[in-house]
């Protein structure tokens, strides 16, 4: 039996978050040339732990000395492996400074991207910043609104190629939090959804958020006195969360045009919501516009076109 082919990269591209690390084997033209994965995630790692975690993790790579490493996520942060401050708004969407990791081997020069800021209203991005320049690299001259829903929520006003402002929301943090950890849980179990229900909620919550509350107590009585079901409670308490923050959210969306990245579950369910207001977003796949924003970090880093 033939033995598979060593794989030898040009450069290596991080997304290194809080609970997972990817690193990916790139050529110089942006190819992928392989991939691997890691539960190693910042939260779990003291600072001296992230280069020899990096190093097992690409052991079997044939790798040049010295081999150029861009990483983008939480790895930047105070509490990750070196920080790279914040950059304000409004900068450039391309991240083209990275910073240089200190007291690393030398066959290793590993740069991190570092995140952006806004001081008032006060907010932060880490990692998110990368798939805008990449989404942005992929989609040259494009303005408007980017949506990246998450655990925390951002919409970002994007023009002439800046980062011009942003809100986060703690939307997907809250659905864990009251899904797992209030009265709710008992009415909350599975994973189905049921979509006409999504978006009814979706749209009352928006037109009408003072009810927000007490509509989540009614998915718990709803559950005790009309058996109604857990695809159903889920749908709503998801439409209620996305509703209010669309509502907060519509200076942003409303008449512009919105583009959204990140898991195709969750972005088409941000993609219906909208197009219940009569905006007709577009999705485009995290990991995707992820390793475009570090080739494009790469590329003006070594002036490689």
């Known amino acids: 039996m033939s ?3 060593p794989i030898s990269p040009d450069w290596i591209a991080v997304d290194w978050g809080t609970s997972n690390l990817r690193a990916f084997a790139m050529d110089a033209g942006g190819t992928v040339l392989g991939e691997a994965t890691s539960d190693k995630g910042m939260s779990s ?15 079997d790579w ?15 942060s105070r509490q990750g492996w070196q920080e790279a401050p914040y950059r304000g708004v409004p900068c450039s969407a391309k991240s083209d400074a990275p910073v240089r990791v200190s007291n690393v081997g030398d066959d290793l020069h590993v740069w991190l991207i570092s995140g952006i800021k806004q001081p008032d209203p006060a907010d932060v991005m880490r990692g998110e910043e990368t798939q805008i320049a990449g989404f942005l690299a992929l989609n040259p001259d494009w303005d408007g609104v980017l949506c990246l829903p998450g655990t925390h929520c951002k919409w970002v006003h994007v023009s002439a190629g ?8 703690m939307t997907g943090e809250l659905f864990d939090t009251i899904s797992t950890g209030t009265v709710l849980r008992h009415s909350l179990n599975g994973t189905d959804m049921d979509e006409s229900a999504f978006l009814n909620a979706a ?33 709503k308490l998801s439409g209620a969360l996305i509703g209010m923050e669309l509502a907060a959210a519509k ?12 898991s195709s579950t969750l972005c088409t369910l941000y993609q219906q919501a909208l197009a ?25 880093l070594t002036g490689k076109s």
């Not at 800046?162 to 929301?169: A, L, M, P, Q």
């Open 3 to 5: 033995q598979a082919a």
């Open 62 to 76: 044939t790798v040049p000395n010295p081999c150029t490493v861009i990483a983008c996520g939480m790895v930047g």
């Open 203 to 235: 749209s009352e919550t928006l037109s009408r958020p003072e009810k927000f509350t007490t509509n989540l107590f009614s998915l718990r009585a709803a559950d005790l006195l009309n058996g109604q079901s857990a695809a159903t409670a889920r749908a």
């Open 251 to 262: 200076p942003y969306w409303l008449g512009q045009n919105v583009a959204l990245i990140g």
């Open 276 to 300: 219940q207001q009569g905006v007709d977003a577009t999705l485009s796949d995290a990991a995707s516009v992820t390793r475009a924003g570090l080739c494009a970090t790469y590329k003006a």
């Open 162 to 169: 800046e980062i011009v402002s942003f809100r986060t929301f």
């Open 45 to 59: 790692l003291a600072p001296n732990e992230f280069e020899p975690v990096l190093r097992a993790l690409i052991a």
